[in-house]
Structures are given as C-alpha cells and as structure tokens.
C-alpha cells in the first residue's frame, strides 16, 4: 500500500484500524493538513489561509514548514494566482497578528497526537511556559490529571525528535510571542500536590481542576507519598482509603471552594 499523496509506504500501527503515510511532513498532503491545523481558529487563528491557498504555497515550495509562514514577502503572494495587493497585504497582517497567542492555544496548534484543546490547556496551566512544557518528561505529563499513557507517549516522543524542537525554537525566534499562564501565588494550595476524586454538586471537576491550577496547585491523577491534599467529593472509591493511610489531609468541597475564594 502507498500514499496517495507522495507514494510512500502506508503502515498499521497496532492500537490502530487504519494506515498511517509514515513520510511525515515530508508528505504535502501531511504538509498541508499540518499547515491547516497550526492556522486554525482554535489554534493561532490566521485568517485568510484556507486549503486552497495552503496548498497553493507548499506546491510553489514557499511553504514547507510552519516558521515559513512567518517569512512570507508580499511579492512572493503577488506571483501566485487570486492574490492583489489588498489580498496579500490583509493575509501578511492576519500572520503578523498571529504571533501574539497563548501558550495552550500554541501547544494545541503543534498537532501532537492525542492533544487536543483540553489537554493543550492542562499543559499550558501546569508547565506554565514553553521552556518547561519542552524540558519535560513522559512521567511528568502522566502524573497530569486527565493525560493517559498513550497521550504522555506522544507528546514526549513528538518532543524527543530533534526537528521539532528546532521548529519551535525557530517560530519563537521569528517572534510568536506566548502569554505566560498568570497564577497566584499566595494560595494555601500553591505549589501543593492536589489529587481530585469523586464528584461534586456545585463545580464541574473540570472546571475544579482548572481553578485549582490557576491558584498554583499541581493537580496529579494518582495519590502518593508526595501528595498534599486529596480533594474528596461524592463516591471518592479507592483514592480516598490510600490517602487515608498515608496520612494524606483531605479537603471536602465546600473545604476547596472556600479556600479557592479567599
């Protein structure tokens, strides 16, 4: 079997139903698909780059990576077919707004595997900026609540290859700029170790989750010795017995929503 696109050998991964071009974004179908994603609305959001003009810069070779968008010259998209001058100018200014982002939106727009915008946005709250989020290994992206074993194996091996990091660096050297998480400080629950279970009446978990991050709160799926507080909702099952006997404190809801309020 090969790909349609650039003729390479299809391969089935195990946990998978379907083939998969293994030519990466050597592949201008994968080039492009890349392309659509990192400028999509939920990603970096720049107008004006459908996939008719995406696929129009890859195959006049004026894009073959995401930092080349940010060196695009407007002569450049006066040669290509629909552009004027007004045309071009407004999609060079839509780029240019682009670099000012967020760090979840900007995780999110890499198109790792398995990270989409909620796992994107508990990246971004607990590594708070890019330079941990690209140090960081596969047992601390597990030991996030909500990100599995086949997410954590992603991320770190899309970060183990060496291209991806360069094309980070080089898109914040071409001036993506990202909005550092803002977190309090001067919480009780700042820079402790959190383990939510259960559920609650008057808080979604996830929005829980999200407020105990933002006031400095590492929030860990699994309880150790090193976790400070388990916060117990309704049904909390085993996590709450193993807290129990290494003497971890717990925190009821409305103990947490006090606490968060302060």
Do not use: M, W
Not at 114 to 139: D, H, M, P, Q, W
Not at 150 to 162: E, F, G, P, T, V
Request: hydrophobic content about 40%; proline content about 2%; aromatic content about 4%.
């Amino acid at each position: 079997n090969a790909c349609p696109s650039c003729n390479s050998e299809l391969i089935k991964l195990e946990d998978e139903a379907i083939l998969r071009c293994n030519a990466g974004t050597n592949c201008p179908a994968q080039k492009t698909e890349s392309i659509r994603h990192y400028v999509s609305r939920n990603a970096l959001n720049i107008d004006g780059l459908g996939e008719r003009i995406i696929e129009l810069l890859v195959q006049n070779n004026l894009v073959s990576s995401l930092p080349d968008l940010y060196l695009l010259k407007k002569k450049e998209l006066l040669e290509l077919e629909g552009f004027a001058e007004k045309s071009a100018s407004k999609l060079l200014n839509s780029i240019e707004d682009s670099k000012e982002t967020t760090l979840s939106r900007f995780i999110y727009a890499l198109g790792i595997r398995e990270v989409g915008e909620a796992t994107a946005l508990s990246l971004s709250l607990n590594f708070l900026n890019i330079e941990r989020f690209l140090l960081a290994s596969k047992e601390e992206f597990i030991e996030i609540n909500d990100i599995g074993p086949i997410a954590a194996d992603h991320i770190s091996n899309y970060l183990l290859k060496k291209d991806n990091q360069n094309q980070i660096k080089k898109l914040l050297k071409l001036g993506i700029k990202l909005k550092e998480v803002q977190i309090q400080s001067d919480s009780l629950l700042s820079a402790k170790v959190v383990v939510i279970t259960g559920s609650f009446s008057s808080v979604a978990r996830s929005q829980l989750k999200e407020e105990l991050i933002r006031t400095g709160a590492r929030v860990s799926s699994s309880v150790s010795k090193r976790t400070d507080y388990l916060v117990a909702g309704e049904k909390p099952g085993s996590k709450l017995k193993k807290a129990l006997d290494l003497g971890v404190e717990v925190l009821e809801e409305d103990d947490v929503l006090r606490i968060l309020k302060q």
